[in-house]
């Protein structure tokens, strides 16, 4: 079909030859730079340009979903009669509450660093396009102002996308810990579903529940927080640059509407 089959154009309207490029634009096209590679066109042409980028934490956070929810189940004390102590265990299904609501916007964070989705406000929260941006941006600010050379402008907006191994590990030990859990419920004599499970192992699974939510909290605040900045940065440029190369309209407004601060600032070096 290609690109052109997918314009639907039916062929029945007369143009009397308007349809026709003259040589001249047909030789200029010819010499325009090919930037289309076939896999470029065939995906065009069969509308299946989409599907580029993935989420790298998908195993995990998935993974943990499964085992935080199963967890805050078995947490539940009007269901489960815990034996040892069933104020840990209201405290163990709040943490992995806790655990979810942290899951779910971290996976949402990712998603947008990633590619996945975009952001619902590029101004708060960054996703790919809007982080590479105002990265790029401030990459070259930095690199006139303080003489940076690092890649930190940009990659500082993506350290959520770094955690891999952490997230592996987390994934790994709450996996144990519902395994703990799981494996201590049982039926008492009455038939009532009981825990058997040890206040301190419950205190382990509370911790390192815990642990989960902050640090996947911690790595989400910490690139928002970077993107902001970043974002407050380029924004304060775009206002500075306004004063480069005056012209004499504006130099003559100013000396009527500029405060003492930019008169001062634009005689200074």
């Known amino acids: 079909?290609?690109?052109?089959?997918?314009?639907?154009?039916?062929?029945?309207?007369?143009?009397?030859?308007?349809?026709?490029?003259?040589?001249?634009?047909?030789?200029?096209?010819?010499?325009?730079?090919?930037?289309?590679?076939?896999?470029?066109?065939?995906?065009?042409?069969?509308?299946?340009?989409?599907?580029?980028?993935?989420?790298?934490?998908?195993?995990?956070?998935?993974?943990?979903?499964?085992?935080?929810?199963?967890?805050?189940?078995?947490?539940?004390?009007?269901?489960?009669?815990?034996?040892?102590?069933?104020?840990?265990?209201?405290?163990?299904?709040?943490?992995?509450?806790?655990?979810?609501?942290?899951?779910?916007?971290?996976t949402t964070h990712t998603n947008n660093l990633s590619g996945v989705t975009n952001s619902t406000d590029i101004s708060l929260y960054p996703d790919l396009n809007s982080a590479l941006s105002i990265g790029r941006q401030v990459l070259n600010i930095t690199y006139q102002s303080d003489g940076i050379q690092n890649n930190i402008p940009i990659i500082g907006n993506f350290t959520s996308l770094y955690i891999g191994n952490t997230l592996t590990a987390f994934a790994n030990t709450i996996a144990n810990d519902f395994i703990v859990l799981s494996n201590s419920i049982g039926t008492d004599m009455?038939?009532?579903?009981?825990?058997?499970?040890?206040?301190?192992?419950?205190?382990t699974i509370t911790t390192d529940l815990n642990n989960l939510q902050t640090t996947l909290n911690n790595s989400k605040n910490a690139d928002i927080s970077f993107y902001q900045n970043a974002y407050g940065i380029v924004k304060d440029y775009t206002t500075t640059s306004a004063f480069?190369?005056?012209?004499?309209?504006?130099?003559?407004?100013?000396?009527?509407?500029?405060?003492?601060?930019?008169?001062?600032?634009l005689v200074s070096p």
């Open 1 to 106: 079909m290609g690109i052109f089959g997918r314009l639907g154009y039916s062929g029945n309207t007369q143009f009397n030859g308007a349809d026709q490029l003259t040589p001249g634009v047909i030789n200029l096209l010819s010499n325009q730079p090919q930037n289309l590679k076939q896999w470029q066109i065939n995906d065009i042409a069969n509308t299946t340009a989409t599907g580029y980028y993935q989420n790298p934490h998908n195993n995990s956070l998935g993974a943990l979903a499964v085992f935080v929810t199963g967890i805050l189940a078995y947490s539940n004390t009007t269901t489960y009669n815990y034996n040892v102590n069933s104020s840990s265990a209201n405290t163990m299904g709040l943490a992995a509450s806790n655990v979810q609501s942290a899951l779910t916007s971290f």
């Open 190 to 203: 009455s038939g009532n579903l009981t825990s058997n499970i040890s206040n301190s192992a419950m205190n």
């Open 244 to 265: 480069n190369n005056l012209g004499s309209t504006q130099n003559n407004l100013i000396s009527l509407i500029g405060t003492t601060k930019l008169k001062t600032d």
